[in-house]
C-alpha cells in the first residue's frame, strides 16, 4: 500500500513537472489566444496579456485617440479634436476623456 502512494505521488510530481516545462501560460480575450507580454487594441484601448504562476490576466495599459494615438494610462495628448485622457479607477476601470 505504501509503495502504491509513493509511486503515485512520483507521478503526480512528474506530471506537475512536465506541464509547467511544456504548458505555455496564455491569456483569453474574445476567444483568442495571447501569450504573455503581447498587446493588442480592443476598441478604444490597448491590452495586455500578463501571465503569472497559477493565474492570468488582461489589464488595459493604453487607450487610442481618435487619431490612432496611443495614451498611456494615466497620461494625456492633444490632436485636432482636443485634449485627450486616459483615465483610470482605483477598481480599474479606464475610460478615455475628450476634453
Known amino acids: 500500500m505504501e509503495s502504491k502512494i509513493k509511486t503515485i505521488l512520483i ?3 512528474l506530471f506537475a513537472l512536465i506541464a509547467n516545462i ?5 491569456c483569453v480575450h474574445q476567444g483568442k489566444e495571447y501569450r504573455n ?3 493588442w487594441t480592443y476598441r478604444s484601448f490597448i491590452m495586455r496579456c500578463d501571465v503569472h504562476h497559477n493565474y492570468w490576466q488582461t489589464k488595459v495599459v ?3 485617440s481618435m487619431m490612432g494615438d496611443r495614451i498611456p494610462v494615466g497620461g494625456q495628448k492633444s490632436d485636432r479634436h482636443g485634449l485627450w485622457k486616459c ?4 477598481s480599474g476601470n479606464t475610460r478615455l476623456v475628450q476634453e
Open 22 to 26: 511544456y504548458g505555455e501560460g496564455v
Open 87 to 90: 483615465i483610470q479607477d482605483p
Open 62 to 64: 493604453a487607450c487610442v
Open 37 to 39: 507580454g503581447e498587446e
Open 11 to 13: 507521478l503526480i510530481t
